[in-house]
């Protein structure tokens, strides 16, 4: 059984990822003013705090929270990025923007700039971006946020941009069913263009192939499609493509691309608290580090994030990762050796 798509898991990649490539396609203005060399991502334990008191219970990750600076000025600034994947209703949407807004500024005392990206396929209606408070004889409150409805957004009008945002994009913008193979086909010939290493093409030709799926006609038109193109791009996305078959990617590409996140959200809980301890203890010895790279389990990160926020020493910290990296060696154990007897 396929299992469902974690949409969000999927856009978080992809926007920390290219989160500079993606203001540049979207919001250009902003980088006229801040400094682009200079940002970093807040870590997800610390967002997910933030936001825990919004999600009513639900376990809220928002999709990327970034903290640049000024140009010229000793000055930051947070850019708040939420991709919505799901149809809310306007009202309730535009009220949880106010109110991330407003922890987030509570939290970090910075300038907040929001920015929503809908991914959802329906409804086709404008989304609005304010939200107000207003009384008969005042407006006590006028808050808007940047709007970017993927499915408002012409394919066509991407075609000229060399950026890996906007290509892998395009696969949930604006589209006649006729032009489906035709907007992939586009997609690989950009793709194989740009200087991308390896691994961020795949995670790409991944993200293209999970919402743009073709049937066997499209299939077929997708060929025809390549064979017009010049020979030397023919060439290079015919090689791309063959080597991602041969390695068996293409037939499970959505539980790939899965794997793939899980994995990459594994590397950055790892990183995460380890920063955290560099913060409070600088020197962090190397076998506290060979530990903490051996644990595996997202929810037992999580755990750990919050403990190296509040270890009273790397003494303690050490202990509890030990014991926790002798647990999860027991489980693994006892999986093989339940295997085995079976």
Request: glycine residues 4%.
């Amino acid at each position: 059984m396929t299992p469902p798509i974690d949409h969000d898991a999927i856009f978080k990649e992809l926007l920390s990822t290219f989160f500079l490539d993606f203001l540049k396609l979207f919001v250009p203005q902003v980088l006229e003013y801040a400094e682009p060399s200079e940002f970093s991502l807040e870590p997800t334990e610390t967002v997910r705090e933030v936001f825990s008191p919004i999600g009513q219970g639900k376990k809220k990750v928002a999709d990327v929270v970034a903290r640049l600076s000024f140009r010229d000025e000793e000055a930051c600034f947070l850019i708040h990025l939420e991709s919505q994947s799901s149809a809310y209703s306007q009202e309730d949407f535009r009220w949880r923007m106010f109110h991330y807004f407003a922890r987030l500024h509570e939290k970090f005392r910075l300038p907040v700039y929001p920015i929503a990206l809908f991914t959802f396929d329906e409804p086709f209606t404008e989304q609005e971006n304010k939200y107000v408070v207003s009384f008969p004889d005042r407006q006590v409150l006028d808050f808007s946020f940047v709007s970017i409805q993927l499915n408002r957004l012409n394919w066509r009008d991407f075609l000229e941009y060399d950026n890996p945002v906007a290509l892998a994009l395009m696969a949930k913008m604006r589209m006649a069913p006729s032009e489906r193979a035709q907007v992939k086909a586009e997609c690989l010939r950009l793709l194989v263009t740009l200087k991308l290493d390896r691994e961020k093409m795949a995670f790409i030709f991944g993200f293209i192939g999970t919402y743009l799926p073709l049937n066997e006609e499209e299939e077929e038109q997708f060929q025809q499609t390549l064979e017009h193109m010049d020979l030397g791009t023919k060439e290079l996305v015919m090689e791309f493509v063959t080597d991602w078959q041969e390695k068996g990617r293409e037939q499970g590409l959505q539980e790939g691309l899965q794997e793939g996140l899980k994995q990459g959200q594994i590397v950055k809980g790892q990183e995460d608290i380890l920063r955290i301890l560099e913060v409070r203890f600088e020197d962090i010895p190397p076998e506290l580090r060979k530990l903490v790279s051996k644990i595996n389990d997202l929810e037992v990160l999580g755990t750990l994030l919050t403990q190296a926020v509040t270890t009273q020493s790397l003494e303690a910290f050490t202990s509890a990762v030990s014991q926790h990296v002798s647990k999860e060696t027991e489980e693994v154990e006892n999986s093989e050796q339940s295997s085995g007897d079976d």
